[in-house]
């Protein structure tokens, strides 16, 4: 008689390609010391591509070390919080390594965030330093008296790029809003000075251990209140030995390039193209704007291999009108995260490039990835996320009760176990608490596993709108709309969206006798509000719809608007 697979038979093994172990000898290498190592194994090999500027793995250690250097001058010791607000440009890896260096914990910061909510993770994280853009500058002199931040440093996007653009990005680059001045303050530094200034400056050494913490990466939250998780150097180091063993045709190979277009201020981007590059000794293109035109160029250029992308980037780059003549066939492989992405785009990829295009799951709780589809040998299957990492554990739980386990192809919420996954929330040890039970990370994702250890998806627990690929908490939303003087309620759900995932509707309840334009609370909403967090649809109505206890029934509003999509 057959018996149905459970959680604990790992029925996903019989999936792994060949190579591929069920649990990984890790080296005890922190990152910055696989990048020391890959200094001296491999120095003159191109580390950095951008705009056609490189750098090789010699120099990018060398730029860590003068950077970390300068940290210490400034009175940085172990333990201390450092905040990175920068797109992909050389001086963001240079920071970053430098930081986790000399035991300090990086933040993570998006370039794209609003004042109010730059605030909250500054002061969250206690961070006391910053490195920003020129164009940033102003706005960061301004909110530091609100923070604990005592100097900021400076870069540009024209700070390193090859001739002729070296000498043209002067003369047009402010009419293009590519650089700005910055104004004069105390405590403000150019990257580029430091750089100078601190050649064969020797560190004062700092003893680093993987149970150390290296980062604070932001997340969001069903309340709306961003959540730091605490991610320690051995979360980072064995979540990029579990790619590395999920790989193995990759495996020892130095001469792979990767597109670094996902950003690196959030999760997927910093681990599987940042940290994986670095510690794998490959080149990176960094494209600082993921835009269509962008990818191609970069693309064509310089030959990528390997290209983890979100959806928006495959569809837009399909969608391109360049593409019929781009020559992609340099791509290998591809991950996708983030979002489903449709098997039309799929094959369309896969077809024009060659590639082989693999889904994935993760959470910045996790580093973040949890569950990847088989590269070679193993079976794709389209819709589900894949089949846990090695040395990752996973289950499915009754929504009610977690310590119940539900039977294969039943439904529940998934939960996770592996080295990858966080410490804590910063601060919140009731979330923790919530969010890590008995060792398990608990998703808040609805998902089931098939006969053969495949997961799938199948809703979220949380409110969570996938926006063009990046996580929109709708309480945020809600609670700009609130602060609107002509505003009595407000609901932000994600409705379809063709290219995007979803894009964000406001169901706006106005108070009584006042007026207002769906256009008028659109730009409200963008002073207070990330470009990605705004809502491309307004509709008024008399009531929100609600349960008897006054809770508003976000996932009514949210079952209507797809009713309403279906019909037509």
């Known amino acids: 008689m057959n018996t149905k697979p459970t959680y604990k038979d790992k029925p996903w093994l019989n999936f792994y390609d060949d190579g591929v172990p069920e649990f990984v000898d ?11 190592k890959n200094a001296q194994k491999i120095p003159e090999n191109t580390a950095f591509i951008f705009m056609g500027y490189k750098i ?23 333990g201390d919080s450092v905040a990175i607000l920068l797109p992909n440009v050389i001086p963001c890896p240079v920071a970053f390594y430098a930081i ?22 500054f002061n969250d994280s206690g961070s006391t330093h910053l490195i920003t853009l020129d164009l940033l500058g102003n706005r960061m002199i301004d909110l530091r008296p609100k923070t604990k931040i005592k100097s900021i440093v400076i870069t540009s996007i024209g700070d390193y790029l090859p001739f002729p653009k070296n000498l043209l990005f002067p003369l047009v680059a402010k009419k293009k809003k590519l650089a700005a ?3 004069p303050s105390f405590e403000v530094y150019n990257f580029k000075q430091i750089m100078k200034q601190y050649k064969g400056k020797v560190l004062a050494p700092v003893k680093v251990a993987f149970e150390d913490v290296a980062m604070y990466q932001y997340t969001g939250g069903t309340t709306g209140v961003s959540k730091g998780a605490v991610l320690t150097h051995g979360n980072l180091s064995r979540q990029v030995q579990q790619l590395d063993n999920w790989l193995p045709g990759f495996k020892n190979k130095t001469d792979e390039v990767m597109i670094g277009a996902l ?10 193209s940042m940290n994986v590059a670095i510690y794998k000794g490959w080149s990176n293109i960094l494209v600082p704007k993921p835009y269509p035109e962008e990818l191609l160029d970069a693309m064509e250029k310089f030959k990528p291999t390997f290209a983890p992308l979100v959806p928006t980037m495959f569809i837009g780059i399909l969608n391109h009108p360049r593409v019929g003549k781009a020559d992609l066939s340099s791509i290998k492989a591809c991950v996708s995260g983030s979002a489903p992405l449709p098997v039309e785009v799929i094959k369309g990829f896969e077809e024009k490039t060659g590639s082989t295009i693999i889904e994935a799951f993760g959470m910045t709780e996790s580093c973040p990835a949890t569950h990847v589809n088989p590269f070679e040998n193993g079976e794709r299957k389209v819709g589900s996320i894949g089949i846990p990492l090695p040395d990752t554990e996973c289950r499915i739980v009754d ?6 386990e539900l039977p294969m192809g039943e439904p529940g919420e998934m939960v996770i176990k592996g080295p990858q996954v966080m410490r804590e929330y910063l601060n919140m040890p009731e979330e923790t608490d919530k969010t890590i039970i008995d060792g398990w990370l608990h998703t808040g994702d609805i998902a089931y596993m098939d006969e053969d250890g495949y997961f799938f998806i ?41 290219s995007r995932g979803e894009q964000i509707k406001a169901f706006v309840v106005l108070g009584k006798g006042k007026n207002a334009t769906e256009q008028e609370i659109i730009d409200y909403c963008k002073e207070k509000l990330a470009v990605y967090k705004l809502p491309t649809q307004v509709e008024f109505i008399d ?19 797809m009713e309403k999509t279906a019909v037509s």
């Open 56 to 78: 090789s793995f010699r120099q990018f250690n060398d730029m860590v070390n003068r950077f970390a250097a300068f940290l210490q001058d400034q009175g940085i010791k172990k």
């Open 458 to 498: 199948v809703d979220r627990i949380k409110d969570m709108i996938i926006s063009g690929g990046y996580n929109v908490y709708p309480r945020d939303i809600d609670e700009v709309l609130f602060e609107h003087p002509k505003v009595q309620e407000a609901c932000a759900v994600g409705i379809p969206h063709p």
């Open 399 to 404: 929504l009610d009760d977690p310590k119940k």
């Open 543 to 561: 009531e929100l719809p609600k349960t008897n206890v006054g809770k508003v029934l976000r996932k009514d509003l949210r079952a209507a608007e």
């Open 100 to 121: 986790i260096r000399i035991g300090a914990i990086a933040v993570m910061n998006n370039p794209l965030y609003s004042d109010r909510e730059l605030l909250h993770q």
């Open 181 to 183: 001045d910055v104004k």
């Open 263 to 272: 950003p690196f201020f959030h999760v997927m981007g910093l681990t599987v």
């Open 26 to 36: 890790f080296e005890n290498i922190l990152l910055s010391e696989s990048l020391e």
